[in-house]
């Protein structure tokens, strides 16, 4: 009896939760006067019109165009933070060395850095060298061990493989960086993966940085692309060409979330945050 | 020579690490200390030219940084709070032994993943225009519809709303320590004749208590700088409501291009954020160093 009353309790929350996004795809196939006039998500009929002129977008480039500029975001940007990140947590993880709890306590200073408060500065340096209105400030930063909680999460990972694989893999001829790869790697997978996930969602969803740094409607990312096509239809007549737009550009989220969702969960609650 | 002060292997020199670190230590330098040193420095300037601490005194002063420090600091009052507690009962909930809670935890987590995406706060905008579907539910329970855009306390609890609606990632830390609190540490309560209710109290909250001052941080930094929602939602409005700090550097840089006084804006953001993680550290110093 207890049992079923939680279940009733969590079925009611994830209904609550869930109801917006199932509203949001049942709108896309809904006419503009049903989208304001039926709260039932499930549409009439479904009419799949808003799709084809959703993927023409309200600019010269289709959808496709804004999805390829997302990823030459992305893909740098994901290989970037995961190599550096890897490198950096493994110095602080396993080596000793001058100034390391005056680093690590930099790395700390930096996670609490709020970003809105560096991105004026940065703007005004790349401005400066020229380089606006590129992916670069975008990408490169991330070159740099941008994201502490990254390095944070992993230093965790490997504190929690004994000291002894090293020390074997070293006796065995492994120099610092061939241990890293071939022994400690493969048991802070769900680490990396988690990270390379969290860069992945994290840069579909920035909004902030690509409307600073990129002008060029061509160069666009995905969320510029949709802010643009809300700005232009505003008057309220092509609601529902925004929404299947909406619709299409969360579906590369939801796919890397449902591809790793164990993994990544697993990721983040086994060493991350907690104690 | 590996000196024996630091303690690393035979033969790994004391410069491995560092150099390890080297990125990092880089992007500190190019990444956070320049921007920090920049911002100030900028700060002092108006249109290219010296002007001492005029920008920050103006700012202080004028109308608009403390109607958005008054905004910022309402909003992240009011957030915060509402989104630990709610994250930490589903947290309870999910604890329990019941199966196929994963399908929970799953529909629980996806909000917080996709919620900063521009695609889920354009589907909020749309339920909450006045024939939107929070209005038509209101009017189906025979409530009267409200203005959700144009009555100031409601622009800024469409903003919290979203923001609460993407507690997953605060769940999941909660769900993870709720999970490493041992098992018999329970079973010496029920023996010693504690209820559940007083077992969450005694044993379950001194349990976490850091992993709630961890989630209460990076909640309260995430929140003070809000952007993105007022942005889209409201554009600040109505009547400057839901203008947040970070709204207001975006707007003094790129709408009215005075340089000095935006980037004068953050720094000061930054002092207040880092006022704000002090406070929170030394208020709750006692209770984290309780029973270590």
């Given at each position: 009896m207890k049992k079923l009353f939680l279940y009733l309790i969590l079925a009611a929350v994830g209904a609550v939760m869930l109801y917006p996004l199932l509203w949001l795809v049942g709108a896309s196939f809904k006419s503009n006067e049903e989208i304001f006039s039926s709260i039932w998500f499930m549409p009439q009929n479904f009419d799949t019109d808003s799709y084809k002129n959703a993927w023409q977008t309200v600019t010269p480039y289709t959808m496709g165009h804004y999805f390829l500029n997302t990823f030459?975001?992305?893909?740098?940007?994901?290989?970037?933070?995961?190599?550096?990140?890897?490198?950096?947590?493994?110095?602080?993880?396993?080596?000793?060395?001058?100034?390391?709890?005056?680093?690590?306590?930099?790395?700390?200073?930096?996670?609490?850095?709020?970003?809105?408060?560096?991105?004026?500065?940065?703007?005004?340096?790349?401005?400066?060298?020229?380089?606006?209105?590129?992916?670069?400030?975008?990408?490169?930063?991330?070159?740099?061990?941008?994201?502490?909680?990254?390095?944070?999460?992993?230093?965790?990972?490997?504190?929690?493989?004994?000291?002894?694989?090293?020390?074997?893999?070293?006796?065995?001829?492994?120099g610092t960086l061939k241990t890293l790869f071939y022994v400690l790697m493969p048991c802070i997978r769900p680490a990396v993966i988690s990270i390379a996930v969290f860069t992945f969602l994290w840069t579909m969803n920035d909004f902030l940085g690509p409307l600073i740094m990129i002008q060029s409607v061509e160069k666009y990312p995905l969320s510029l692309a949709l802010r643009l096509s809300v700005d232009s239809t505003g008057q309220g007549y092509e609601q529902r060409k925004v929404i299947a737009m909406?619709?299409?550009?969360?579906?590369?989220?939801?796919?890397?979330?449902?591809?790793?969702?164990?993994?990544?969960?697993?990721?983040?609650?086994?060493?991350?945050?907690?104690? | 020579m590996n000196t024996r002060k630091y303690l690393n292997p035979v033969g790994v020199s004391k410069y491995t690490g560092l150099a390890l670190i080297s990125p990092f230590i880089i992007g500190a330098v190019l990444f956070i200390i320049y921007p920090f040193v920049c911002s100030f420095a900028v700060g002092l300037t108006n249109r290219g030219s010296f002007v001492g601490l005029d920008n920050f005194r103006d700012m202080l002063s004028g109308r608009d940084f403390p109607q958005a420090a008054g905004v910022t600091f309402k909003y992240a009052l009011i957030l915060v709070p509402l989104k630990l507690i709610v994250s930490l009962l589903v947290a309870l909930l999910l604890n329990m032994e019941l199966k196929h809670i994963g399908?929970?935890?799953?529909?629980?987590?996806?909000?917080?993943?996709?919620?900063?995406?521009?695609?889920?706060?354009?589907?909020?905008?749309?339920?909450?225009?006045?024939?939107?579907?929070?209005?038509?539910?209101?009017?189906?329970?025979?409530?009267?519809?409200?203005?959700?855009?144009?009555?100031?306390?409601?622009?800024?609890?469409?903003?919290?709303?979203?923001?609460?609606?993407?507690?997953?990632?605060?769940?999941?830390?909660?769900?993870?320590?709720?999970?490493?609190?041992?098992?018999?540490?329970?079973?010496?309560?029920?023996?010693?004749?504690?209820?559940?209710?007083?077992?969450?109290?005694?044993?379950?909250?001194?349990?976490?208590?850091?992993?709630?001052f961890v989630n209460l941080i990076l909640q309260t930094i995430a929140a003070m700088q809000e952007f993105s929602a007022p942005y889209m939602l409201t554009g600040g409005g109505p009547l400057g409501s839901t203008r947040t700090v970070g709204m207001l550097i975006y707007e003094e840089m790129f709408t009215y291009g005075s340089e000095g006084t935006a980037n004068a804006v953050s720094w000061v953001l930054f002092v207040l954020i880092a006022a704000v993680v002090t406070l929170l550290y030394k208020l709750t110093g006692r209770v984290r160093r309780d029973e270590d």
């Open positions: 030459a975001i992305i893909i740098p940007k994901t290989v970037f933070a995961v190599t550096s990140s890897v490198l950096v947590a493994y110095g602080f993880a396993r080596f000793d060395f001058p100034l390391k709890k005056f680093f690590f306590a930099l790395l700390i200073c930096g996670m609490l850095m709020p970003s809105i408060v560096t991105i004026m500065p940065r703007y005004l340096m790349w401005s400066k060298l020229g380089l606006l209105d590129t992916y670069i400030p975008l990408t490169l930063p991330s070159l740099f061990a941008e994201e502490g909680m990254f390095v944070f999460i992993l230093v965790r990972f490997f504190k929690g493989v004994p000291r002894e694989f090293d020390e074997a893999a070293r006796i065995d001829g492994c909406s619709v299409i550009g969360l579906i590369p989220s939801v796919a890397v979330f449902a591809l790793a969702q164990k993994k990544f969960v697993s990721g983040i609650t086994a060493g991350g945050l907690t104690g | 399908i929970f935890r799953t529909a629980f987590y996806i909000p917080s993943i996709l919620g900063a995406n521009l695609a889920v706060i354009i589907m909020w905008q749309y339920l909450f225009t006045s024939d939107g579907l929070v209005n038509q539910l209101l009017s189906a329970m025979g409530l009267s519809p409200v203005s959700w855009y144009g009555n100031t306390n409601a622009a800024l609890f469409i903003i919290v709303l979203l923001r609460l609606w993407e507690f997953g990632s605060t769940m999941v830390i909660f769900l993870a320590a709720l999970r490493d609190i041992p098992r018999e540490l329970y079973e010496a309560a029920r023996v010693d004749g504690c209820g559940s209710i007083r077992a969450f109290f005694t044993v379950t909250l001194p349990q976490i208590k850091n992993v709630i």
